[in-house]
């Protein structure tokens, strides 16, 4: 008989992960990483760790690879499965976030070593794991926070207990399972990444007072931010942004206008890095406008302007106005035809002439509607751009050939992203240089977060050997 090779190695390596996972503890109620209790994904996680401490920095790298590829091959599956369940976004853009959380997260050459020598020897700086990360991830990017969190906090040694958004739980529990498998597959531990089958406030909650948590790390809106920084606990924050798209008048007005729209329509608006709000220098507005319908943005007007309002936002007791979830992610055509306007799929954006002041341009949407601001120069631009970005310090893009425009919009605002001349995605390595992350900390000063932002620095030293100098 003529057996195939490849076949023969592929059950083999399916009967290996088998026997590793039901030997490491996979099976003992939990569902690849899935339980019931975070007491139980916890302990598990504990586990997984001691055995990951156990492993070479080779062999690190290799459950690094087997997750990319197994996040990759899945990208189109997650995809349109956080569509489906949060019914937010767009599967095209949402493959690409999988894809390039998969590919473009660093691994473990991200961790350096820093070495100090002289008369008294050698002392090591080295960046060792936390141990248990709880990892807190949002519904507006479920996969690929946890695909690119996964990576990087396994590439830095650490094990993780996944806080997911309910809204999607569903997307977010099977990404866990399909890197647990892929880890297991390539002869790692079971359980590196765990969660709860039913992820609630109160498990979250119980997940950052649990004692064997070591780290925490919340990727979503203000709230979460607070609550984990106020967690008496090591922990790093990725909150909300607001970022505006500055236009000067020396800006390539047809690129600019491209850009903009590429940028605020990614995914239906809802990365916290793209552009919220279009702030232009009067002179080159009408232009700017004109382009941008040319290039998929649909312009209302007047009582347009306000009909969408009243459908998109809701008025709250304390705060002007609130967000109506409902709308959040969703297509501009879907929101045209709210207000009555029929449109293509090809329509991308909502564009809208506002005041300053107005709903849209202060909150942030995470909708295609983008309103567009006019000022009379440069220094308004800047003053503007500075007041609607909040002090989120998060992301903002300008479009200008003159650099000591961007350089002082780029002082002014400090926020942890600026692009120029690009639309916002580029700040994420997606037609920029750079690595991908999509946990990206600027309340906590990590900034682009990576795997060496989830270590400590440890100090090794050897006194009276070894420096050769
Ligand atoms: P969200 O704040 O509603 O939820 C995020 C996560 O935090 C969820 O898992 C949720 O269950 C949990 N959570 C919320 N409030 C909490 C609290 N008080 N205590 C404990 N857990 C809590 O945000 P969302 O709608 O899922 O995501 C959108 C928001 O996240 C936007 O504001 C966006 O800008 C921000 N975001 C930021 C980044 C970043 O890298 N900075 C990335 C993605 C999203």
Redesign the pocket.
Known sequence: MNVDQTLITKIAAQVLAKLQQSAAGGNDGGDYGVYQTVDEGVAAAREAYKQLRALSIAEREKLIKAMREAAYNHAELLAKMAVEESGMGRVADKIIKNQMGAMKTPGTEDLRTEAQTGDHGLTLYEMGPYGVIGS??????PSE?IICNGIGMIAAGNAVFF??????KNTSLTTIKILNKAIIAAGGPANLLTAIEK???EA??AM?SHRDINMLV???????????LSSGKKAIG????NPPAVVDTTADIPKAAKDIVAGCSFDNN????AEKEVIVVGAVADELISYMQKYGAYLIAGKQIDDLLAVVMTEKPKKAYGIN?DY?GKDAQYLLSQIGITVPDSIRVVLCETEADHPFVIE?L?MPILPVVQVKDIDAAIELAVKVEHGNR?TAIMHSKNVDHLTRLAKAIETTIFVKNAPSYAGIGVGGEGHT??????PTGEGL?SPRSFTRQRRCVLVDGFSIV
Request: aromatic residues 2%; proline residues 12%; charged residues 5%.
């Open positions: 807190i991830t949002p519904t507006t990017n926070t806080s997911p958004h309910p809204t999607a992820p609630s406030l979250t909650n950052m919340a990727t979503g809106g203000p709230g979460v931010v607070k609550a984990v990725a909150g909300a942004g809802l990365p916290c890095i979830k959040v942030e995470m998060h992350t999509f946990t990206i900390a600027g977060t």
